[in-house]
């Protein structure tokens, strides 16, 4: 599956972004989806993740901030960011699951197949 992720840029601490993520290639609908960012000097971290039924997974320091959708009508999976900070500061990147795998599985840590290029957020204080 091939991802193209979009929608970063500068904001302003407490400004609101969203990120899009456009999937081809394989049956969207049936694949779960991911967010992951990478800030400066840091190692990659998951951000949320939605399962293709629409279940979703965040990690602790976006919860209540952030919102993973997705619109399987036009093949793209969405992260509205929401109170940024400027911990959000990264390189944001979705990801796709490979055929087959669990969903409880994904978001314990398993590997996601597929990613897209990176989209820069950057936020000022």
């Known amino acids: 599956v091939q991802l193209q992720a979009s929608g970063g840029g500068l904001v302003q601490t407490g400004d609101s972004l969203r990120l899009s993520c456009a999937a081809s290639?394989?049956?969207?609908?049936?694949?779960?989806m991911g967010w992951f960012r990478q800030a400066p000097g840091k190692e990659r971290e998951f951000v949320a993740a939605i399962s293709w039924r629409g279940g979703t997974y965040y990690a602790d320091s976006v919860q209540g901030r952030f919102t993973i959708f997705r619109i399987n009508a036009e093949n793209t999976v969405f992260l509205q960011m929401n109170s940024l900070e400027p911990e959000d500061t990264a390189v944001y990147y979705c990801?796709?699951?490979?055929?087959?795998?669990?969903?409880?599985?994904?978001?314990?840590?398993?590997?996601?197949?597929?990613w897209g290029q990176g989209t820069l957020v950057t936020v000022s204080s």
């Open positions: 290639g394989r049956t969207f609908r049936t694949t779960h």
């Open positions: 990801a796709a699951s490979s055929p087959g795998t669990d969903w409880y599985s994904l978001i314990a840590g398993a590997d996601f197949g597929s």
